[in-house]
């Protein structure tokens, strides 16, 4: 039980302090549980960052789920997840409340315009980021493409089709016609980060 | 029952969000448009808020829409719904862990899952932008007036900015927001 709440109590500090989540939070994960604690090897977490981004869901939430089911089970698993999005869960509420009363007010409306401006350039660099380990041949460019027309232009299509049902249909294609036991084509230890 | 379908919809954002938190994005627009708990600028403002404050960029945004959609009780539904397919995959993947690193199928399914998950996200960023760079209610045959010139100056600058200097990018949100302010964007 005592290690369970060192567990959480780690993992609070960590998710505290994290900006942005997935390999943002490797130097923490490294400091803390490599070289302070010994909890894991850094080998063991570099496996857990690249099996994390690479499996469903949010990166930071799959590491914390292996390390704390790697030091007691599943309960270290949930203790270490529940630990890592305690303190943004009361940030992000105490903020989504205030921001909730304020946003009619005239400078909150103008704050926000130029910060949405900005979301446009995270987002943009993280596309450029991305592209050049994803998109490198012509199918890859092809799954792009189609995806990225359905998407874009979901709203004026006769049909709407679910994110959901396209990543399943992209990672069945991958399977059908991926390239066949050459693993330098697909590096997914680097490939996406957030 | 707002709460159940809330766990629910994000258990699906979980289940098939591939890559981290942008990739959450097209869910989150998807969820605007078929239940209507939240319009697209709200999720361009979750973006916003989510990527300055300290935690997982999915988890906040995650919690955020919860909040905006039902409340208090609604934020951790929508987190604990984005993080229970997690948490229930990754347990039973760490048990063989090694074959599925080295698996060929994973890596043939993730040869067209990264393309994938970045067109997602590129047509996420395409709807912040027509909220951000656009005037709404002009036409797009009218492009001088269509196009929020102060909106692209900042863009373009912060853009340049950020390839130069290697700040965090709650630096570039605080600046936006100043400009934004003294500029009158809104």
């Known amino acids: ?56 869901g949010i990166i930071a939430v799959n590491v914390s789920t292996f390390i704390g089911d790697k030091r007691k089970g599943a309960a270290g698993a949930l203790a270490a997840t529940l630990g890592f999005i305690t303190i943004p869960i009361i940030l992000i509420t105490i903020i989504a409340l205030c921001l909730r009363s304020f946003a009619d007010l005239q400078v909150v409306k103008n704050a926000f315009a130029g910060i949405r401006v900005c979301v446009c350039v995270l987002i943009l660099n993280a596309v450029t980021r991305l592209w050049k380990k994803s998109i490198f041949d012509v199918k890859t460019g092809l799954i792009f493409a189609v995806i990225f027309a359905l998407t874009v232009f979901s ?11 396209l990543v399943v249909a992209a990672a069945v294609i991958g399977i059908a016609f991926g390239p066949a036991g050459d693993s330098s084509t697909g590096n997914k230890t680097e490939g996406a980060s957030k | 029952m707002i709460y159940l379908q809330l766990f629910l919809q994000f258990c699906k954002t979980g289940l098939f969000s591939i890559g981290g938190g942008l990739a959450t994005l097209p869910f989150l627009y998807e969820m605007s448009r078929t239940t209507g708990w939240f319009s697209y600028a709200d999720i361009a403002n979750m973006i916003a808020v989510s990527e300055s404050t300290p935690g997982a960029l999915g988890i906040n945004m995650a919690t955020y829409a919860g909040i905006v959609t039902g409340g208090i009780p609604g934020g951790i539904v929508a987190t604990v719904g984005l993080t229970t397919p997690s948490i229930i995959i990754i347990l039973i993947i760490s048990r063989f862990l090694k074959k599925f690193k080295d698996n060929i199928w994973v890596e043939r399914a993730f040869y067209g899952l990264r393309p994938a998950s970045v067109a997602l996200i590129a047509a996420a960023g395409i709807n912040v932008a027509a909220i951000a760079l656009v005037n709404s209610g002009v036409s797009f045959t009218q492009f ?11 863009g373009a600058a912060i853009w340049y900015g950020q390839k130069k200097l290697n700040w965090h990018p709650v630096i570039f949100i605080a600046i936006a927001a100043a400009v934004g302010i003294v500029f009158q964007f809104a």
């Open chain 1, 155 to 165: 709203g004026s299509l006769p049909i709407t089709v679910s994110p959901a049902i």
């Open chain 2, 144 to 154: 001088g007036a269509w196009v929020n010139w102060k909106a692209v100056v900042l």
């Open chain 1, 1 to 56: 039980m005592k290690e369970l709440w060192e567990l959480y109590l780690c993992f609070a500090r960590i998710g505290a302090v994290t900006f942005g989540g997935g390999y943002a939070m490797l130097p923490i994960l490294e400091r803390e549980l490599v070289i302070k604690r010994h909890w894991v090897t850094i080998d063991e977490l570099m496996d857990y960052f690249a099996v994390g981004q690479c499996t469903p």
